[in-house]
């Protein structure tokens, strides 16, 4: 068990709609990284917080956003779903920003989109 | 931009042989490098990084890797492959606080 607790493990939606995946990081952990895991694409980064900071940011749709909350948990928000958007998602912590730091995951949420 | 290439999709391998799952990266600068490992419906767990210092690093479960910097490479080795290592391995690069990974090794494991 990474430390690193993601809701829903499962979801599924229609197209158009909006869904928020939830990611609560290890204990003590600032920094929180999103990551998609699509066959076509493989797996990407979207997005990184730190500390409630937005601190890098990746391959992210506009229709996506995310935020981290003072508690540190974050929530990634997707809308306007559309059948590409069926992937899993993995939320990622890790103590420190820095690049050498080991980020780690947690089981991911599945999202499907009818 | 960094990138990272895993040129095999799939390792097989017969228990109780050797191990190679490859791994090249293209980054400016000093690479931050790491190994996953995901097994099915679960997340990446961290199997072991190369920051610095000795080519050679020991991470979990018996696996190690070779950093060579002239060959850009870092490929993951295990001298005794196991059934249960039989899972999808990725490598990564990490340069601005973002993981960007190859597409993926499956291993599989024979008895």
């Known amino acids: 068990d990474s430390g690193v607790t993601q809701t829903p493990k499962h979801l599924i939606t229609a197209t158009g709609q909006r869904v928020t995946l939830r990611c609560s990081p290890r204990?003590?952990?600032?920094?929180v990284y999103w990551y998609q895991q699509s066959l076509d694409q493989g797996l990407q980064f979207l997005i990184q917080y730190y500390n409630g900071e937005e601190r890098a940011k990746g391959n992210i749709l506009e229709r996506f956003s995310a935020q981290q909350f003072p508690d540190l948990h974050s929530e990634l928000n997707l809308s306007s779903l559309e059948l590409g958007d069926s992937a899993l998602y993995f939320c990622?912590?890790?103590?420190?920003?820095?690049?050498?730091?080991?980020?780690?995951f947690g089981a991911g949420t599945r999202l499907s989109v009818l | 931009a960094q990138s990272v290439a895993q040129p095999e999709d799939q390792v097989n391998v017969a228990e109780g042989n050797p191990l190679t799952v490859k791994c090249t990266y293209s980054v400016s600068g000093n690479p931050y490098l790491f190994w996953y490992v995901q097994y099915p419906n679960r997340g990446l767990q961290f199997l072991l990084k190369y920051i610095t210092g000795d080519n050679l690093v020991k991470g979990s479960y018996g696996f190690e890797a070779e950093f060579n910097k002239s060959q850009t490479s870092f490929h993951l080795k295990k001298p005794s492959a196991l059934v249960s290592d039989s899972a999808l391995y990725f490598c990564a690069v990490n340069y601005g606080n973002m993981l960007t990974f190859g597409g993926g090794t499956r291993l599989m494991v024979k008895p």
């Open positions: 204990s003590g952990d600032l920094s």
């Open positions: 990622a912590s890790s103590g420190l920003a820095g690049g050498g730091n080991i980020q780690y």
